[in-house]
């Protein structure tokens, strides 16, 4: 069955970095978009950026500059390096795969796999 198992997530200052894994199984994952999202308790889950399987990114503005996605075909896995961390950043990140069968990648429903999350906690 699919997988993905993100890690990576902690505690870390404001202006901080950290970087966010996304491990991927069962799945030919150089044939999905990989997106991540987020979600901060009692709001809904929000959309971060993606990488489309062809290369392209595109980020939210709220992240725009300060955070990339990249991946690694051959290890199957998909990063998101998070610089000049802001406490408004402090959210359960989620990595998710797109078959690419739509014509939205910024929303939820897009996605067909998500990981379980992992917590970061940007201090001020």
């Known amino acids: 069955q699919v997988q993905l198992v993100e890690s990576g997530g902690g505690l870390v200052q404001a202006g901080g970095s950290l970087r966010l894994s996304c491990a991927a199984s069962?799945?030919?994952?150089?044939?999905?978009?990989m997106g991540w999202f987020r979600q901060a308790p009692g709001k809904e889950r929000e959309f971060v950026g993606i990488r489309w399987t062809g290369g392209n990114t595109y980020y939210a503005g709220s992240v725009k500059g300060r955070f990339t996605i990249s991946r690694d075909n051959a290890k199957n896995t998909v990063y998101l390096q998070m610089n000049s961390l802001k406490p408004e950043d402090t959210a359960v990140y989620y990595c998710?795969?797109?078959?690419?069968?739509?014509?939205?990648?910024?929303?939820?429903?897009?996605?067909?796999?998500w990981g379980q999350g992992t917590q970061v906690t940007v201090s001020s």
């Open positions: 069962g799945l030919t994952f150089s044939s999905y978009n």
């Open positions: 998710a795969a797109d078959r690419g069968s739509g014509s939205v990648w910024d929303v939820p429903r897009a996605y067909d796999y």
